[in-house]
């Protein structure tokens, strides 16, 4: 199952891929990663998915990541007697505490935490931002506002408030019992909604305590504005463009994403970008121009993965969907630009001796005929800043952790395997070479460089780098390391 790319794809499950069947064939199509949404489906259906993962896993002999993505709290009007009004342009309207059915002048907003945020001249928007609105006059309990952008607005319809930080944890009370779930089956990677502030994922870790990985979801300009200090304590990124196009104006999505992206790529830790990436091919064989171009253009920024929402968890064509973004980054791949430009962009921050081995083993890759770079980790670190290179020769991450093979799965350009534990360096240079032979990316008339870390088994002690041929009998008979 070598892929012919190093980016990274995440499909969402749902009911069009419930099936063993399904889901394995989007795995051959190209699925690395499975997202399950804690939004959709009881826990019984989660797990469920989670075991089917599981199962293709074993029988495919092949890592597989599993991103659980939790709701984050859901901010919503009430209901109206009439279930639908038409707000018109320069009309007032009130948002209030009032339980009673709203009409076309005023409607329940259950959440105090937004009335004591609010301040005059802030921006409500409704229903994904069809809706927006401006506060004339605010108090403890009401919101008096004027339509700048009318519309129909109905029952339990969203409400954003970009303007501010509001008083709201991330995690709701139903976000702690699906964390603890989702962590009990085994997950990899938990994805967190609604962050504003890097306390909302240091809450998260701590509930997680090492059981998973923690995305961080940007997805609100308070997080953008905040980014830095949310990203040093996050083990991966999510650029959650649908809910930032709501809160944000459309045209400053792209600049943020590519600058998140380049942030994310500068200290290596993993970055996905998501939302709308092939949304016509729910009901389409075929995406739009604009679409691919969209998932060429992340490849080309150097992320390390993009995914797939309701294209593979509901549309009539999740298959067509994982295939034809497994092809989009095939041929961006082979694009001599796409070297040029990746090339371009790489940093050179080397302060470490893992950071310094690892840009050597990437320089000296790419600048002989060596058929893959080789890394021994056990945490995952130092395959993770093998990756941030962004090498333009394969990847092999040997790790004897399961665990962190699977989290690995969503990292640019890793071909993880699951290895037996070794205590000597020569023995780590065979499995290495077998593991590179096993796969298809050497032969035995070639050499690759191995990496690794003495003493074994101890995260972050990479310290050693070695050119090495794939032929056992010559490593065997080379001198000793």
């Known amino acids: 199952m070598r892929r012919q790319r190093s980016l990274k794809i995440v499909a969402t499950l749902g009911p069009a891929s419930s099936t063993y069947e399904t889901i394995r064939a989007l795995f051959e199509a190209g699925a690395d990663v499975f997202r399950l949404n804690m939004s959709h489906g009881a826990h019984e259906d989660i797990r469920e998915k989670h075991q089917i993962i599981r199962d293709i896993e074993r029988d495919l002999g092949r890592p597989i990541g599993i991103l659980a993505d939790l709701q984050g709290p859901k901010l919503r009007c009430g209901v109206f007697a009439n279930e639908v009004e038409t707000l018109i342009e320069g009309q007032e309207f009130r948002f209030d505490l009032d339980t009673d059915e709203g009409d076309a002048t005023r409607v329940n907003l259950p959440h105090k935490e937004i009335f004591d945020a609010l301040k005059q001249n802030a921006t409500l928007l409704v229903n994904d931002g069809k809706i927006r609105l401006r506060v004339k006059d605010c108090g403890a309990d009401y919101a008096t506002c004027l339509v700048e952008v009318g519309g129909e607005i109905s029952n339990r319809k969203g409400v954003n408030v970009p303007d501010v930080i509001l008083p709201v944890a991330a995690l709701s009370p139903k976000d702690k019992k699906d964390l603890e779930f ?218 004897p952790n399961v665990g962190t093979a699977r989290r690995l799965s969503l990292v640019w350009g890793l071909h993880t395997v699951v290895t037996n534990e070794v205590a000597r360096f020569k023995l780590a240079v065979v499995s290495a070479a077998r593991a590179a032979r096993t796969y298809g ?41």
């Not at 990203?231 to 944000?248: F, H, P, T, Y």
């Open 182 to 399: 989702a962590c009990g089956l085994g997950v990899d990677w938990l994805a967190l909604s609604f962050v504003q502030r890097p306390e909302d994922v240091t809450e998260a870790r701590e509930l997680a305590d090492g059981r998973a990985a923690i995305i961080s979801k940007i997805e609100k300009p308070t997080a953008v504005d905040d980014f830095d200090s949310i990203l040093a304590v996050s083990d991966g990124i999510m650029v959650a463009r649908g809910d930032l196009g709501v809160e944000l104006p459309v045209h400053a999505v792209p600049p943020i994403q590519k600058r998140l992206i380049r942030k994310c790529r500068a200290v290596g830790k993993p970055v996905i970008v998501a939302t709308q990436m092939m949304e016509s091919m729910i009901e389409s064989p075929v995406p739009t121009r604009a679409e691919v171009s969209d998932v060429a253009t992340a490849i080309y920024e150097g992320a390390d993965a993009v995914m797939l929402s309701a294209e593979s968890a509901m549309g009539d064509y999740a298959f067509e969907a994982v295939s034809t973004m497994n092809n989009v980054a095939v041929e961006v791949e082979s694009d001599p630009n796409y070297l040029k430009v990746i090339a371009a962009s790489r940093t050179r921050s080397s302060t470490t001796v893992p950071e310094a081995i690892t840009l050597a083993a990437r320089e000296i890759a790419e600048s002989t005929e060596i058929k893959a770079i080789c890394c021994f980790t056990e945490s995952g670190s130092t395959a993770v800043l093998v990756s941030r290179e962004k090498a333009m020769v394969p990847i092999i991450a040997l790790t």
């Open 441 to 481: 990316f050497a032969s035995e008339d070639d050499k690759i460089v191995v990496i690794a870390g003495v003493p074994f088994n101890t995260a972050g002690s990479t310290n050693i780098l070695r050119v090495a041929p794939v032929d056992e009998k010559l490593i065997y008979d080379s001198e000793a390391e």
